[in-house]
C-alpha cells in the first residue's frame, strides 16, 4: 500500500487522519497515513497534529494519545475494540504476573502486545508489535530474563515454538480475524492442487499448526514487503485480514494471489472492528461531529503506560548486540 495521500478528506489545517492497513480501503485511500500499527505509532510520536483522527482501533487510537498528549485524538466509532483486549480480564491478568513475580528465582518481564488497553500496557514491563516482539522478547530472555507474554495465545505458542529454550509464559487470548484460520481447511485448498507451487504466509495471530507449515510468518509490513519482492509463479495463500490481502493483490495483479481458508464463519476474513470506520464515520469525526474523544484516559495510568511504549520505540536490535557482543566493558 502507498502510504502518500491519495485523496484527502476534507479536514480543518491541523488535522491528521491515520488508517491501519485494516481499515476499508476507500478510508485508506483518503487517508494521510496508512502502516501497521508499529509505523502508526511511530508516525503518531513525530506528528506535529492538533488533532489526529485514527481510522484503527481502540488501543491504536488510546496508543496515539499516549504518544500525543497535547493532541486531540478522536477514534471513528466508539466500537471498534479488539478481541485480543476483549478476551483480557485485567483482574486475571494482574493476579497471574503478580504471583509469577513474586514466585520466581529470576528478573520477571511481563511483555505485552500493543493490541492492549492502557491499563495493561501499565502493567507491562514491555511493549512489543508482531515486528518487533521476538527481537525484544529475545533480547530479555539473553539477559537471563523469565518473559510473560500477553495476550496473544498464539503469537506466543510460535514463539515457543521457535525457541524452545525460551522461559516464555504465555497468556490466552486470541485475535477472532486469525484465529478462525485452520490446517485442516488449507489442506483442503491445497488437494489435488497441480498447476504450479503453492505458498501459504501468514500472520503471528493465527494459530500454530498452521505457522508451522507458512513459508513466511511476518507482520502485515513483513508480508507485503515478500509478496512485493516474490519473483517466482504459482499460487500464495494468505493468513490475514481481507482488506490487507486485497491490498496485495493491487500491488501484484501478476500474481495469483488468494485468502486461507477460515473453519467457520463467512469466510470474509474481516475485522468487523476495524470495519467501523467507514467514510462516513471517518468524516464526522473529522467534522468533530461524531467519534470517540480520547480524553478519559488517567494521568498516572497514562504516565505508567507511556514508560513500556518508549522503551520499545527506543530499542534498536543492532545496539543490543552490539552491547551483548561487546566484552571490554
Ligand atoms: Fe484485533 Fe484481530 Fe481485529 Fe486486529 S484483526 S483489531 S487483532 S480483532
Same mark, same amino acid.
Request: with cysteine.
Given at each position: 500500500m502507498d502510504t502518500k495521500l491519495i485523496t484527502p478528506f476534507k479536514r480543518p489545517d491541523g488535522t491528521l487522519v491515520l488508517a491501519h492497513y485494516y481499515a476499508p480501503k476507500p478510508v485508506q485511500q483518503a487517508a494521510d497515513y496508512v502502516a501497521d500499527s508499529l509505523?502508526?505509532?511511530?508516525?503518531?510520536?513525530?506528528?506535529?497534529?492538533?488533532r489526529i483522527v485514527f481510522a484503527g482501533v481502540r488501543f491504536m487510537a488510546e496508543t496515539a494519545k499516549l504518544l500525543n498528549p497535547d493532541t486531540e485524538v478522536i477514534l471513528p466509532d466508539a466500537e471498534s475494540t479488539c478481541s485480543l483486549v476483549d478476551q483480557t480480564d485485567m483482574e486475571r491478568l494482574a493476579a497471574w504476573v503478580a504471583q509469577a513475580k513474586a514466585r520466581s528465582d529470576k528478573p520477571v518481564a511481563h511483555v505485552s502486545y500493543i493490541n492492549s488497553s492502557v491499563a495493561?500496557? $501499565?502493567?507491562? %514491563?514491555?511493549?512489543?508489535?508482531?515486528?518487533? $516482539?521476538? %527481537?525484544?522478547?529475545?533480547?530479555?530472555?539473553?539477559?537471563?530474563?523469565?518473559?510473560?507474554?500477553s495476550p496473544d495465545r498464539n503469537m506466543g505458542a510460535y514463539f515457543r515454538y521457535l525457541h524452545p529454550d525460551w522461559d516464555l509464559r504465555v497468556w490466552d487470548a486470541v485475535c477472532?480475524?486469525?484465529?478462525?484460520?485452520?490446517?485442516?481447511?488449507?489442506?483442503?485448498?491445497?488437494?489435488?492442487?497441480? %498447476?504450479?507451487?503453492?505458498?501459504?504466509? $501468514?500472520?503471528?495471530?493465527?494459530?500454530?499448526p498452521l505457522l508451522k507449515r507458512a513459508h513466511l510468518v511476518g507482520s502485515t509490513t513483513?508480508?507485503?514487503?515478500?509478496?512485493?519482492?516474490?519473483?517466482?509463479a504459482g499460487t500464495i495463500y494468505v493468513a490475514t485480514e481481507i482488506e490487507l490481502v486485497q491490498t496485495m493483490q493491487?500491488?501484484?495483479p501478476d500474481l495469483d494471489i488468494r485468502l486461507a481458508a477460515a473453519?467457520?464463519?463467512?469466510?470474509?476474513?474481516?475485522?468487523?472492528?476495524?470495519?467501523k470506520n467507514t467514510l462516513a464515520a471517518v468524516q464526522a469525526a473529522v467534522d468533530g461531529r461524531g467519534g470517540l474523544r480520547i480524553d478519559y484516559i488517567d494521568h498516572a495510568l497514562a504516565t505508567q503506560a507511556r514508560e513500556p511504549l518508549f522503551k520499545m520505540l527506543n530499542f534498536n536490535p543492532e545496539n543490543q548486540d552490539a552491547k551483548q557482543s561487546c566484552s571490554q566493558c
Open positions: 509505523e502508526l505509532s511511530r508516525f503518531a510520536a513525530q506528528a506535529q497534529a492538533e495493561q500496557k $501499565a502493567l507491562s %514491563d514491555w511493549i512489543v508489535t508482531s515486528r518487533n $516482539a521476538e %527481537d525484544i522478547i529475545g533480547h530479555l530472555i539473553a539477559q537471563g530474563q523469565r518473559v510473560l507474554f477472532e480475524v486469525h484465529d478462525a484460520f485452520r490446517e485442516r481447511e488449507l489442506d483442503q485448498l491445497f488437494k489435488g492442487w497441480t %498447476d504450479g507451487p503453492k505458498y501459504l504466509i $501468514a500472520h503471528p495471530e493465527s494459530p500454530l513483513k508480508m507485503l514487503e515478500w509478496v512485493n519482492a516474490y519473483q517466482g493491487a500491488a501484484r473453519y467457520t464463519g463467512c469466510q470474509c476474513h474481516a475485522c468487523p472492528y476495524m470495519k
